[in-house]
């Protein structure tokens, strides 16, 4: 099996002393990529980092990008140094602009400053012609405003990029599904009565269908709790598998052939 982890952060302190261990764990469990996801300044240049220095049997690429959360942060510095690695992109083994997007739960950053943060980087990615990775939380009628003018104004490709750890309606799952982006999920899928996740993945297309740990965070049954990490894709590739109807082989190919496509691995 060849299972693709395209939502990481490794480069969080919490694997600080045994990144060689995790990593050596996700390939012992059949995991041969991952992607470095970011949420920072510091942490996309870390992950680009990483992303060569750590890069082994198991393949690591990397995004880079400000997540909403700390859209108050992005200045004009920010954006000239997230275009010049960008533009730099094969050197630097970035796959995707992201996590960007917007955030209404935590609101950590106020919203008319997420709304021009999240389209700034944005129109970068669609000049650059890379996909981003959106993180959408309790704001999906913005989201939506802005992908539907986005769309107008002839900025969207054929496959713009990925909801990362999809937690909305199956209804807004289908619009953007229209749109071309692919839908990712994580840990949550393995949690009881997840009712919601499960509308969703029966109702889009099994090529829209993208497998993530968002590690540290949102770590799988049985080890909920616990700190995450990729070696435990596996536990969300067998809940999907099963509950799709399909061996875990037949899934982690689909999967990993949906992110090889979506990044151009
Ligand atoms: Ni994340």
């Known amino acids: 099996m060849e299972l693709f ?3 990481a952060h490794l480069c969080d302190e919490r694997y600080g002393e045994d990144i060689d261990e ?13 992607l470095l996801a970011s949420a920072e300044m510091s942490d996309s240049e870390a992950a680009i980092r990483m992303a060569s220095e750590k890069n082994g049997d198991v393949e690591l690429f990397c995004s880079v990008g400000v997540h909403p959360h700390s ?8 954006h000239e140094l997230l275009s010049g690695w960008i533009s730099d992109r094969e050197k630097n083994r970035i796959v995707a602009l992201g996590e960007i997007g917007l955030d209404y739960h935590y609101d950590l ?13 944005f129109e970068l990615a669609c000049r650059e012609e ?19 003018d986005f769309g107008k104004r002839g900025l969207l490709s054929e496959t713009p990029g990925v909801f990362h750890c999809y937690s909305g309606s199956a ?5 953007l599904v229209r749109m071309g982006f692919l ?9 009881r009565n997840n009712k919601k996740a499960w509308e969703v993945l029966s109702s889009i297309p099994l090529d829209r269908i993208l497998i993530e740990t968002d590690c540290p965070y949102l770590t799988p049954e ?13 536990y969300i590739l067998v809940k999907i598998a099963d509950y799709l109807g399909k061996s875990p082989e037949e899934m982690a190919r689909i999967t990993t052939g949906n992110a090889r496509r979506l990044f151009r691995i």
């Open 71 to 78: 859209a108050s942060d992005y200045d004009d510095q920010s």
């Open 222 to 234: 049985p080890f909920r709790g616990k700190r995450n990490e990729p070696a435990y894709i596996t």
């Open 5 to 7: 982890d395209t939502h």
């Open 109 to 121: 950053s106020p919203r008319d400053v997420q709304k021009a943060v999240f389209i700034r980087q």
């Open 183 to 191: 839908l990712g999920f994580d840990g949550p899928v393995t949690f």
């Open 22 to 34: 995790v990593i050596a764990r996700a390939r012992d469990a059949g995991v041969s990529r991952i």
């Open 130 to 148: 890379i996909p981003v990775i959106i993180h959408e939380r309790e704001a999906s009628a913005d989201m939506l405003a802005i992908l539907t």
């Open 171 to 175: 209804q807004t799952a289908q619009i």
